[in-house]
């Protein structure tokens, strides 16, 4: 991949939804998006000065009206301002 963010922008890799409970029981689309939409993993970084403490690999929560959808190799990714990034998972 040839995406690099610049300034203060993260590059985000949508983690896949659950499509099944532990218990086996399929979910409908809208139900398993609601949950887990806003978590990602982190990519990319731009080098800007918010960026602390955020690192390529890490899991993350972010507003889920934020960023600009992109599509490399048939992936798709989330390019979000830091600001939008609101709790590190793990």
């Known amino acids: 991949m ?5 300034g203060e922008r993260v590059l985000l ?6 499509e099944k409970t532990k218990s086996g029981i399929l979910l409908s689309s809208k ?5 887990t939409q806003n978590q990602a993993e982190v990519i990319a970084l731009g080098k800007g000065e918010k960026l602390e403490g ?3 690999g890490d899991k993350v929560i ?6 600009n ?3 490399d190799e048939d992936v798709k990714y989330l390019i979000v301002n830091a600001e939008d990034i609101l709790a590190i998972i793990g």
């Open 2 to 6: 040839n995406i690099k963010p610049i």
């Open 13 to 18: 890799k949508p983690i896949k939804k659950e």
């Open 31 to 35: 139900l398993s998006n609601t949950d």
């Open 54 to 56: 955020i690192k390529v």
């Open 62 to 67: 972010f507003n889920k009206f934020s960023g």
């Open 69 to 71: 959808e992109i599509e």
